[in-house]
């Protein structure tokens, strides 16, 4: 992923660096704090190590996370949002995700809420499947 030479809007430049299925989610998995590939991993439910560690690299170079390599055996990374940019992003992501958790509850899909432990407005009536 290259950030483009021109822009006509700073929202396109956002767009741009955290467009994609994945990047939102790791990021919003970040926000509690460093942890690990294979954490990330089991937390992401549906993501292949490959687009993971595609995804994280991307992120690194736009600045919005960091890594911590470990010296010794075995190898141990650990991947945090950066100060600047990725802790910045973190409210602007909790107000999609509200968004999100209010379109979920609206039209009846709160099985996967109650699965992850999100907290929901009941006060949509819920649609049969």
Same mark, same amino acid.
Not at 5 to 26: A, F, M, N, Q
Not at 125 to 129: A, D, E, G, L, V
């Given at each position: 992923?290259?950030?483009?030479?021109?822009?006509?809007?700073?929202?396109?430049?956002?767009?741009?660096?955290?467009?994609? $299925?994945?990047?939102?989610?790791?990021?919003?998995?970040? $926000?509690?704090?460093?942890?690990?590939?294979? $954490?990330l991993k089991n937390d992401i439910a549906?993501?292949?190590?490959?687009?993971?560690?595609?995804?994280?690299?991307?992120?690194?170079?736009?600045?919005?996370?960091?890594?911590?390599?470990?010296?010794?055996?075995?190898?141990?990374?650990?991947?945090?949002?950066?100060?600047?940019?990725? $802790?910045?992003?973190?409210?602007?992501?909790?107000?999609?995700?509200?968004?999100?958790?209010?379109?979920m509850a609206e039209h009846g899909m709160?099985?996967?809420?109650?699965?992850?432990?999100?907290f929901y407005s009941t006060e949509y009536?819920?649609?049969?499947?």
């Open positions: 992923m290259k950030i483009r030479d021109e822009y006509t809007c700073p929202l396109e430049v956002v767009h741009d660096v955290i467009k994609g $299925k994945w990047k939102t989610i790791i990021l919003w998995q970040l $926000k509690y704090g460093p942890t690990s590939l294979s $954490k549906g993501i292949s190590e490959k687009m993971l560690l595609e995804q994280l690299k991307e992120l690194k170079e736009f600045g919005l996370i960091d890594k911590i390599n470990s010296n010794g055996y075995p190898l141990h990374v650990e991947y945090f949002l950066t100060d600047d940019r990725g $802790k910045k992003i973190i409210p602007a992501l909790a107000i999609l995700q509200s968004i999100g958790v209010d379109y709160t099985e996967i809420l109650e699965q992850k432990g999100i009536p819920q649609k049969s499947k």
